[in-house]
Nanobody
Framework: QLQLVESGGGLVQPGGSLRLSCAASGFTLDYYAIGWFRQAPGKEREGISC????????NYADSVKGRFTTFRDNAKNTVYLQMSSLKPEDTAVYYCGYPRIYYSDTYCPLGYDYDYWGQGTQVTVSS
C-alpha cells in the first residue's frame, strides 16, 4: 500500500521547536517533489513549503519563512519540516503530500498540484 505517514506533532510552548517527519511506505520518494501544508480549524489548507526531488529547490510561504526548514533524506525515504520560533498561529494539522507526476528535480510547486496525502499530525502551540 502506498502511503505517507506524518509524525512528530505535539504540544509546544510559543518560541519552541518541533521536527515533523513525512515517511513514505510502499514507494520511494526519490523522484517526487514533496509539499508541506497545514490546516487550522475553520481555515483552508495552506501550502507552507515544498522541496524538489533532489532537494535543490526549497520554497517557503511568507508565513513560515525564516522559521521553518524543509529537508529530505532520500536514503531514509523521509522528508522533514524543522519548525522553530513557533507561534500560536502555527497551530494546525500538518500534512505532507506528493504529486501525481514527476517534476524537474529542481522544481517544486508551492501550495498546489499535490494529489496524495498523509493523515496529518497535530501541532498545538500554546502556553
Amino acid at each position: 500500500q502506498l502511503q505517507l505517514v506524518e509524525s512528530g506533532g505535539g504540544l509546544v510552548q510559543p518560541g519552541g521547536s518541533l521536527r515533523l517527519s513525512c515517511a513514505a511506505s510502499g514507494f520511494t520518494l526519490d523522484y517526487y517533489a514533496i509539499g508541506w501544508f497545514r490546516q487550522a480549524p475553520g481555515k483552508e489548507r495552506e501550502g507552507i513549503s515544498c522541496i524538489s526531488s533532489s532537494g535543490g529547490r526549497i520554497n517557503y510561504a511568507d508565513s513560515v519563512k525564516g522559521r521553518f526548514t524543509t529537508f529530505r533524506d532520500n536514503a531514509k525515504n523521509t522528508v522533514y519540516l524543522q519548525m522553530s520560533s513557533l507561534k500560536p498561529e502555527d497551530t494546525a494539522v500538518y500534512y505532507c503530500g506528493y504529486p501525481r507526476i514527476y517534476y524537474s528535480d529542481t522544481y517544486c510547486p508551492l501550495g498546489y498540484d499535490y494529489d496524495y496525502w498523509g493523515q496529518g499530525t497535530q501541532v498545538t502551540v500554546s502556553s
